[in-house]
């Protein structure tokens, strides 16, 4: 079973930019998953998405969003790139059941380096 | 507000060592408790999971038992080995995952 997969796995932008991250989460996983995890900062929540919805936001400014595809694939975008945005991206994902805590599993992150 | 408190790394263990990395919790309700690990320049690994209070989580000789009573959840293996170098992370979920600051764990020959 493939498990969740992350594109680009490195990019490097300049400040100002804009950047699009891609995850395809794993067969049969309806949620996904956006964490930063930024140098001294530890793991930060972004983002879920379940069924092509946003669910819950963590506490980032609005130059951060994202989607979700039909086919449960998600996108992060994150506008005017700032040098504290350099960090690595993880996407997991979920099978979600109403109440139920499913375990995520993680893929291999994208390292995002603001220049 | 939820959060995860674990031991300040890293923990530096010579190979056959035991190892314990603490982790407590604050929650309210009734979360599900994680460990996941990180190996260099890979992503986050689950590595075990407990969701109700007295579950015992276990996985590749690692343990670790969800306490209620004292807000817990250590992570322990009785025998560790140089591949077990790695970040630990311990992390509750609600309607999403809270993590702890990760625990550096260095084992030697």
């Known amino acids: 079973e493939a498990g969740v997969t992350q594109s680009p796995t490195h990019l490097i932008k300049t400040r100002g930019q804009q950047v699009t991250l891609r995850c395809s989460p794993i067969?049969?996983?309806?949620?996904v998953y956006w964490y930063q995890q930024a140098l001294g900062l530890g793991l930060q929540f972004l983002l879920w998405?379940?069924?092509?919805?946003?669910?819950n936001r963590g506490n980032f400014p609005p130059r951060f969003s994202g989607r979700q595809f039909p086919n449960y694939s998600s996108e992060l975008n994150v506008n005017a790139l700032e040098l504290e945005d350099s960090a690595l991206y993880l996407c997991?994902?979920?099978?979600?059941?109403?109440?139920?805590?499913?375990?995520?599993?993680f893929g291999d992150g994208t390292r995002l380096s603001i220049l | 507000g939820n959060s995860v408190t674990q031991m300040e790394g890293p923990v530096t263990l010579s190979e056959e060592a035991f190892l314990t990395i603490n982790c407590t919790y604050t929650?309210?309700?009734?979360?599900?408790l994680f460990w996941y690990v990180q190996y260099p320049g890979e992503g986050l690994q689950l590595l075990l999971k407990?969701?109700?209070?007295?579950d015992k989580g276990s996985n590749k000789g690692f343990e670790a038992t969800y306490r209620k009573e004292t807000t817990s959840f250590h992570l322990e293996k009785g025998s560790v080995q140089v591949s077990d170098s790695a970040v630990y992370f311990c992390?509750?979920?609600?309607?999403?995952?809270?993590f702890g600051t990760g625990t550096r764990l260095q084992v030697f020959p």
């Open positions: 992390a509750l979920q609600t309607d999403k995952l809270i």
């Open positions: 067969s049969g996983h309806t949620s």
């Open positions: 407990a969701t109700k209070a007295d």
């Open positions: 998405y379940d069924e092509g919805e946003e669910r």
């Open positions: 997991a994902s979920s099978l979600y059941r109403q109440g139920g805590n499913q375990p995520q599993h």
């Open positions: 929650a309210t309700g009734y979360p599900s």
